[in-house]
Every structure is written in C-alpha cells, then in structure tokens.
C-alpha cells in the first residue's frame, strides 16, 4: 500500500499544475497526440552542500501512473474553470478525450536507496508528449521531497555512527502525507524507526514512542509520574527526565528503575530533550552507572541534526540513541531539492527515431543535457563506485568497452578514465503504462541504501568540502550537445525564428 | 471540503505519534480518565525573523476532531505491535477503550487569518487528558505548517505591492497535502490564485498557469510554439519567453501578439522565469511599449521570495505579477514554525476548578504559562492593534475595565498601559466534541487577514529589524507564575520528589 493508494483516483490526476492541462489541450489542438517526448527528472546540486543524494519516492511510480485518471467529477471541475479573458478554459472535445484517459508511459528510474548525483537523470519519463507533460508536477512531488529526506537522514545517520535514529518529525510536517513521505524515505534511507503511528500500519515500519512532559506534568510529582508509566509500559519504559530539573529526575528516574528491578523488569532507557545535552547525558550516564544500571540507555532529541550529532559525539556525550524531528522532517536548512523536468528528445511517433533537444539559457550551467539517456556506474575491485557516465541511446546500443573517457558536465573538460563493466543506473519501474513487475520492498530499498553508502568514499559522504564524484558526459554525447547549442544560437542569431 | 476529508477516517487517528496512544494508555491504567486538562499550541518566536505570524489551519480543526475515531483496522494494527521487550505494546482492554472512542474536546483558536504573536495561545484545547493527548500531533501537523506559509505569504504579498502573486509551489511540496496547505494558506495570506488544480476543485480557490519550457522544445521553432498556443489558449494566453534566448522570445512573441490583435484578441502577458529579472523586464517592456502594446503584462518567476521582490522594484522592474514556487512551499529559510504544545492547567473532574500548571525548564525562555488563558487585544482609535494581554480565567470573568497593566512575558517586567475595550481573540471552534458552527469559509479568512495586516503598523510588518509588538501577562498572571515557579523549585531542592 502506498501514498497514492491512501487518495481517491479522483485525487491523482488533479494533483498538478494547471499548465499541464493547458499545454495537454494545446498539444491536443495542434494536432500532437502521437507526437513522443523523453523527459528527465534531474537536480543541479547535492542538497546541503553534500557530496551526493539519495534516491527515493521511485516505488510508488507505478501507483502514480496507473491510478492518473480523469474521473467525471474531475472533468466536471475543469469543464467549469473560465479563461481570464471569458468563456471556458477548455474544450468540451478536449475534456472528452482526457475522460477515462490512462498514462501510456514507459518510466526508468535510479533504484530507490541508490545514490545519485547532479544533472544524472534520476528518472525518465517517455511516450506521449501529452501524458509526459500531464504527470510532470505529480512526479516531482513524489520524487523531489523523498529524495532531500531520504539524503538528510543518511547523513544524520552517518553522523550517528550506528546507534538508533528514529523519525519525530511528524509534527513539523506539511500534513498527513510530508509525515508519511518522512517517515518512509527516511527508513529507506537509515532511520531505525518513526514515531509515525500511520506510517508504522502503511508503511510495517518499526513504531518507537516514549512519553512527553505533559506526563510528568499530569502528576502530583514527577516520582508519581515515573512510577506510573513503569507500571504501564514496563516492557518499554523510556523516562523523560526534564521537565522540571534533570538532576532530580535522574534521581527520581534511578528510585523507580531500583523498584523495577525488584519486579524482575528493566528500565530501558531515559531521554533529556532539552539543556546541555552533552553534559547533561555525561552526567547521567555517570549517576547510572554508579547507581548500578549500566543497562539503562541513554536517548536524545531536541532539535538535531547532523551537525550537532558529530559534535556531541566529538564531546564524548554517551548517547545510545536520537529522536530527530523537525529538522529532519523539514530538512532545514535546505527544505528543497530544487529537482526539475525537462525535455531531452522529441519524434513525431513511436515508430521514428528520437531527435535530441536542449534548452539554452542565460547561464550554462542551466543548459540541459540532450538525447535518451542512460548512466552507466563504474567500480573499483572493492565493488565501491568511482564514476559515472551518462551516454544515450545509441551509444548503449553498443555498450562502451573497457575504457571510456568522460568529459566534465559544466564545460570544463577534466577527462577520466574509467575501467571495468559498468551498470546501468536506472531501472524499468513502468512499461507502456503498466507496471514492469513490483518494485523493491521497502526494506530492500533500505538495504540497498546501506551498501551503496558503505561502498561510497568516506571523502564523498563527508559533510565539509566533500569531494565531488565525477560524473560525465560520454564524448560522442559531448559533441552532440555543442553541436545543438551551436545550431540554436545560429539559428537565433539569424532571427530565424520571427520569420 | 477539507484535507481531512480527503482522508478515510482510519487515516486520521493513527496519523500521530506512537506516544500519544502509549500515554493514553498509562492515563486509562493510572485511573485518570477523568482526568482533565488544557493545553495551548504557541510558537516562540515569529518566523524568518518577522513582527508577527498569520494563523492558519484552524478551520480544519472541527473535521479533525469530529473524524478522530479508531477504526477496526486501526485497532487490529495496534494490536499486532509488540513492546521492544517483548509482549503486546498494548493492553487488550485498552484497545477496546479506544474502538469507537470519540474527542469529548473544547477547541478554542485564533480565527484564520487573523494575527498572531509569540507565547499567545493559538489553540486552546480543554477535555479529557486522554482525548487532549491524542490529538497533539494531527492538530500541530495542521496549523504548524499553515500558519508558517500563510506567514511567508503575507511577507511575499507585501513585498509585491498590490500585484497579483500566484503560489506554484506544488512540485516542491511534501507530498498532495503539502501541496493543498500551501494553496490554502497562501490563498488565506492574499495570494490570487494557485497552479494547483486539486486546490481549486477542493477549495474553489483561482487557478492559475501559463506553458512550460517544454512546449517552445516541442515545437520545430518558438515562433511556432507560440503561435499555437496563442491558438489554443486565446484568452488565456501568457508566452514564457526564456527557452532559448530573451531578446529572440520578445520578437517572437511580439510577432503573436500582432497576429493575434489582427483576430482581435489579445496577448495577455508575458512570463521571464530566468536571468536577470530586472534587467530584462525592462527591456520587455519597452520593446513592448515600442511595439504599441502597452496592455501585455509582465510576469515573473524563478526562485522568487519577499526579498527578491522587493530587490526588483528597488530597481524598477516593471513586474506585473508573479509566480512564487520553491521558498513559499518550503517557507525558505525557515521551514519549520517550532509550534508546540503544552499542558497549563489540570482538573480530576470536569466539575472541579482548573489548577494551573507550568514546565520549568533550564532555560527560562522556555518556561511555559500557566493557567485557561485567553487573549485580549487593544485597539487605538482608528481600529490598529496596540498590544496584547494574556489573562486567565478567573480574571476573563470579570473583564478588565479601561486601563490595564501588561507586564512582558520573559521576566523583563516592561509595563504597557493599554486603554479600550479590548477584543478576545480566541474563538470557540468545537465544543464537547461537534462543531460550534461553521468555521469561517477561506474568502472570510481572506478578508479577515487582508483587514489584519492592513491595520498593524508597518513598524511590525516590515522585514527588517521589526518592532516587537508588545504582548505581555496581565498582572495577577504573572504572579501565579512566580509562585508556581518557586513552589516547583522549593520542591525539587527539598528532593521532594524522591521520597
């Protein structure tokens, strides 16, 4: 089950842009109904001035495809929109054509839980002009958050060094479904656990809950308090030790775990949620410890990140586990991917071959890569990735040998040599409009996450002045896209285009 | 229609964190399901370093709370979760507690779209300590995110003077509901109109879209791409002149634009979604103007914000209207409002008194408000608020007369003389579980946000350096603070608490 299965169908089509639907009518009018497109969803930047991304949101692709239908109440809402300038936005033939019309697309993507890096196309879109304009906006809220999530919480995870993250941000979310994608993408991507109830039945993701102040506070004293949680909850007893002072909760906290103990249960663990928490956990780990409960986790939240993470770790702070909420769920403090849709070939119908396209720009590095595209991934004998190509259509037809050189994306033409059989990148997910198979479970989504980044180059996956992993054009691809860009400026230059 | 309507009612009530339904659990077991209790939702300090916020969400309140029921589904998923140590996480007994369990909840809250300040109670919910605890979550899930983005909206529409500015902020957004919380609170903060066509149909609000890049690439030239769509879209034609190159998109669409006078229609506007914004509409629209076509609108977009906006008419951009995308539905660079929600006051019966209660905490700063508050807001004479006052119940019942002292809420004792008869903000939205009416429609919030930040003095809605407006505790408040705060302190250095 999957975000799109929790909305109507009626949902689906209408989650968009209007444009789509203004520019699916005028491709219709213009006589474009047969006329192909391949489109590429691709981000410039590694999100927060990191080394790489993480793929996510491609599983529910095909749940996306297969339930875009213009239901008859949908229809009738857009029947009812008028132009600004007067009378209906659309045409009643128009509406009748997109009444009951499915998405006859074939969609390649980058694994979920893959990495990915800029202007790789992460997914691919072809078929029908029209049907590729009309998910466009659909896509890239499926993909684009999931993917900044699913990068946050690998670095979060990372900062962690192998002790529990578990996902708070519920509450910081942009309603039900911002929880939902947090909490899938950023198990996906590393978390243990989420405190989402609703992801948790969804999702099978492991639920995690301790108490909040408002516990404490609902007693006559905080001992009163702990005593009844333990009662309670004795076979998942985590203590919030300050909501008024840690050190007598710390004290409160021991009484209560030394009764447990007499009942043959264990407290399992305490979390301080605001203070110091790197002399605060150190303090209490100490009063444990002398107490007779090395047993007793130690559990934090309050705001982390990935940087406060590495820093209490660097202070020595003995923490066993982290609740991280709003600045995972918000991905503070780059809350968007900045991912984009754009066309890199067009034919007139599937029986002829693609023509490349690009678009030019005011700045280069805005100019998009032309053609249908792959990427092929090269490893080192360790299995650990060392470079990608991006080649298209033609040039995979004939699969680079041994060696290839690649050329620097931006115009900068730093040559690689890559060695080894590489491995194509993105995979089949929908086939004319019809799912190629399931998609990963989410646990091997996850686990596919775990291996890549172990196997990338801790210079990549560092959080200051990572290394960029090269990523490049194949030569013959190099050329084609100067020869387009040449032609457009011809072409411009010549006003060609104002008759 | 509302999101939560969206929603299959199983959806709502799981849509919460695991702690919420394990306290629920240890209040049901402790005995205390009579126990009541009330807690405020507040921030603690204005967002991307305002005067004020624009409260959002609210209506939505009464469909969360009357659809908040356990349905079998949701039981037998929680049935089936078992404690980290092993055993079922929840008591059977419990679970047939909750099947069919309905909030028995008081809401009051600020109306949308009115004005909201720090440490101000912008819901008030009363009830059973079970049900209050049950509903933290969806509730902050619901106006944390809204008040955020109608917040940056009401920032982005200020800095548009007066001209149209349409949210376009789907495809960045988390997920379909992210999506709908933007259109509706920026619609609710003054913005026009929406790209997002779910919105419209959902909540009527104006929808809004041009073509895309992809539609000049689809075409052999962009002469040909606009001249179809200038077919297509006669009364609703806006010509983004950035694929290829500006200055060649001007003469082309110049070239329509009299083409289409010759039908005797014409172009309504223009789009520049890249490049030097300001540099380049001017030369649109003098080439415009020299083309004897001042009636074509300027519109522009591309990574736009309140200061960017501000920045382009500093410089004379001739911008007519604007597309906002990426910073309003991610609230750039502030994704996250920091609502919370926190106990004040506490009953064992609904019979009983309230007794007020308070968080201490290592930070002062931190340090919550005791008791059922409510807010008073002080108007001069021509209708502008001038200061606001905390006051508590029993004070509420025998409103203060003329003249009234505010203390300031951080232990700072500035005292504000406020005159007048003052208003009370907050509003009865459910009472004992079912609506108290219907919530204001969106255009009311609208209206009522429009008057609101029409009548704050601009000292406070400027962006820079903003005046604090002065909100404060009323007098006899700010003493029970103290002494709730040295009774808790008195207690704690006794170790009361551990016998």
């Given at each position: 089950m999957?975000l799109?299965?929790?909305?109507k169908?009626t ?9 789509e ?5 005028g491709f ?5 109904v ?6 590429n ?28 239908v213009f239901?008859d109440?949908?229809i009738d ?5 008028d ?9 009643r033939d ?7 019309h499915?998405?006859?697309?074939t969609?390649?993507?980058?694994r ?12 691919r ?17 499926l ?15 990372k ?7 578990s ?8 309603g ?8 899938r ?9 989420t ?6 039945k ?6 995690f ?7 404490v506070?609902?007693?006559p004293?905080?001992?009163e ?5 333990a009662?309670?909850s004795?076979?998942n ?6 909501t008024y ?6 004290k409160n906290?021991i009484?209560v ?5 007499q ?6 663990a305490?979390r ?9 956990t ?8 002398d107490a007779?409960?090395?047993?007793v ?8 990140d ?5 820093s ?15 600045k ?23 029986d002829?071959?693609?023509r490349?396209?690009?678009?030019l720009?005011e ?9 249908v ?11 650990c ?29 730093t040559?690689?040599?890559?060695k080894?059989t590489?491995?194509?990148l993105?995979?089949?997910y929908?086939k ?7 998609p ?11 291996n ?5 180059d801790?210079?990549i996956?560092?959080?200051l002045?990572p290394?960029?992993y ?11 896209r100067?020869?387009?860009?040449a032609?457009e400026?011809k ?7 104002s008759?």
């Amino acid at each position: 089950m999957s975000l799109t299965d929790r909305t109507k169908p009626t949902d689906v089509s209408l989650n968009t842009d209007l444009y789509e639907i203004t520019m699916a009518q005028g491709f219709w009018e213009s006589g474009l109904v047969d006329y192909q497109a391949t489109f590429n969803v691709f981000f410039r930047e590694n999100p927060f001035d990191g080394g790489y991304a993480v793929a996510c949101g491609m599983g529910q692709i095909p749940d996306l495809v297969e339930n875009f239908v213009f239901e008859d109440e949908d229809i009738d809402y857009l029947a009812s929109l008028d132009a600004p300038g007067g009378g209906p936005m659309f045409k009643r033939d128009f509406l009748e054509y997109l009444r009951g019309h499915h998405l006859d697309l074939t969609v390649h993507a980058v694994r979920e839980g893959d990495i990915v890096f800029p202007r790789e196309p992460m997914v691919r879109v072809q078929g029908p002009l029209i049907d590729c304009q009309l998910i466009e906006t659909a896509l890239l809220n499926l993909v684009n958050f999931q993917t900044l999530v699913a990068t946050k919480t690998a670095r979060v995870v990372k900062a962690a060094e192998g002790h529990p993250v578990s996902d708070f941000g519920l509450r910081r979310a942009q309603g039900p479904d911002g929880g939902l994608a947090v909490a899938r993408a950023s198990y996906i991507a590393g978390a243990s656990s989420t405190s989402n109830v609703l992801a948790g039945k969804i999702y099978g993701i492991p639920v995690f809950g301790t108490h909040a102040h408002s516990w404490v506070m609902a007693f006559p004293t905080e001992l009163e308090a702990f005593r009844a949680f333990a009662k309670s909850s004795p076979k998942n007893c985590v203590l919030l030790l300050d909501t008024y002072d840690v050190h007598q909760g710390i004290k409160n906290a021991i009484v209560v775990a030394k009764e447990m103990e007499q009942r043959g249960e264990r407290l399992a663990a305490i979390r301080i949620d605001s203070g110091d928490l790197a002399k605060l956990t150190k303090e209490t780990r100490k009063a444990f410890d002398d107490a007779g409960l090395p047993y007793v986790k130690i559990s934090a939240s309050n705001d982390l990140d990935e940087y406060t993470i590495q820093s209490l770790y660097a202070q020595g702070a003995p923490i066993d586990s982290f609740g991280v909420g709003t600045k995972l769920a918000t991905c503070d403090p780059q809350p968007s991917l900045g991912g984009v849709y754009k066309l890199s070939a067009t034919r007139k119908s599937a029986d002829e071959p693609w023509r490349p396209t690009m678009k030019l720009s005011e700045m280069s590095y805005k100019r998009t890569i032309p053609g249908v595209q792959h990427v092929l991934r090269y490893y080192d004998a360790n299995d650990c990735p060392v470079g990608d190509m991006i080649i298209v259509d033609d040039v995979a037809a004939s699969t680079p040998g041994d060696v290839a050189y690649v050329e620097d994306i931006l115009d900068a033409y730093t040559t690689y040599e890559l060695k080894g059989t590489p491995r194509e990148l993105l995979h089949c997910y929908v086939k004319d409009g019809v799912r190629n198979g399931e998609p990963d479970t989410i646990e091997q989504a996850r686990e596919r996450c775990h291996n890549a980044i172990m196997h990338l180059d801790p210079a990549i996956t560092r959080f200051l002045n990572p290394q960029v992993y090269p990523v490049g054009l194949e030569s013959g691809l190099v050329r084609l896209r100067h020869d387009l860009a040449a032609a457009e400026r011809k072409q411009s230059s010549r006003g060609g285009d104002s008759e």
